[in-house]
């Protein structure tokens, strides 16, 4: 089988493309960069901007499955820098799929489309697409995962996943952005410090990627969309606060009411967008909001369609996890 992974070079691809190489299919990647170490696994891999359609059709020639990994994630930036990569990229990778007789498309999303500033405790496929959305990430991966499932018919199937705040080895972004908050003394524990948030292991966030490109051979899943997680939620600063254990770093004890948490991240966001500093703001409402609420989910049509189980336990998980974030000096 020949397969293309969008973001073949990033942390959730490069792990999807372990699994297919293992299969023996042979592998495209699609990216911005040239990927060395890909190349040399055999990959081939192809160069190209997502918000072109013609890089995107080109990459798609020959092939039989997508996984459309690739998007702009983050809590801060302008509309078009999340629309055109999110949106626009997808919009491409749906057209060139159908223009290239592809059969079928595994669309990587994000809980974040159901995103509505409330808690959600066990929530399934009932959930309603988010409103009120306080950053640009979650609302263009909303409009763009509802025009890859619109798109599922019987020549393209499609099918969406939703791996919540992914980490493992190679993270660049989840456990090293916590860790350098808390090197700078910024972060805080925002609320009581009792939510429970879903977490997925990146080596099971992959397998969940092949099992949907399976099911879809067998139309189980097509046209739908499955939140994945390790299955069981996890407290979410006992759970950072075991990680920086882990690395010898201090403990978070400092708390701020959420409100107050909030309101900075209003002031803030105002502050970044009067004065055009660059980078983040170091809190948005958007993040004060997850990092203080419930957030997760129910695995049971990911099981039943999808025949997911996580096969990392949680602890497993943290001992690969600590280990390499050691080696990267954090």
């Known amino acids: 089988m020949n397969v293309l992974v969008t973001g073949g070079g990033g942390f959730v691809g490069s792990y999807v493309i372990e699994r297919l ?11 911005r960069s040239p990927q060395a170490g890909l190349v040399a696994k055999g990959v081939d891999v192809v160069c190209g901007d997502l918000a072109s359609e013609e890089d995107v059709r080109a990459a798609c020639v020959g092939v039989d499955a997508v996984f459309h990994v690739a998007a702009k994630a983050g809590v801060w930036g302008s509309w078009d820098r999340f629309y055109q990569p999110n949106v626009v990229g997808t919009r491409n990778v749906v057209a060139a799929c159908q223009a290239e007789g592809v059969g079928r498309l ?15 405790r066990g929530g399934g496929q009932e959930l309603p697409y988010g409103r009120n959305w306080l950053c640009h990430y979650a609302h263009t991966k909303a409009i763009a995962e509802q025009e890859a499932l619109a798109a599922n018919s019987e020549s393209l199937r499609v099918v969406a996943l939703r791996p919540h705040l992914i980490f493992g080895p190679g993270d660049p ?8 908050s808390v090197k700078a003394g910024r972060l805080k524990i925002v609320g009581d410090g009792n939510n429970q948030v879903d977490v997925s292991y990146v080596e099971d966030v992959a397998a969940a990627h092949v099992n949907a490109l399976d099911a879809l051979s067998l139309g189980q899943c097509a046209g739908k969309a499955y939140f994945i997680s ?3 939620p996890v407290a979410l600063w006992p759970w950072l606060n075991e ?20 309101a900075a991240g209003a002031v803030a966001e105002c502050a970044w967008k009067l004065l055009a500093k660059p980078g983040e703001p170091p809190i948005t409402r958007f993040v004060a909001v997850e990092l203080a609420k419930d957030h997760y989910f129910d695995l049971q049509a990911a099981r039943r369609d999808l025949a997911f189980e996580p096969a ?3 602890q497993a998980a943290l001992v690969e996890t600590i ?3 050691k080696i990267r000096g954090f």
């Open 21 to 31: 190489l293992a299969r023996g299919y042979a592998v495209r990647s699609f990216g």
């Open 106 to 120: 595994v669309y990587t999303s994000t809980p974040s489309v159901v995103f509505n500033g409330q808690a959600i």
């Open 173 to 180: 972004h989840l456990l090293p952005r916590v860790i350098e």
């Open 230 to 232: 390790q299955g069981t």
């Open 243 to 262: 990680v920086l254990a882990g690395l010898g770093h201090p403990p978070l004890s400092q708390r701020i009411p959420m409100r107050l948490a909030y």
């Open 312 to 314: 990392y336990d949680m």
């Open 323 to 325: 280990k390499d974030l």
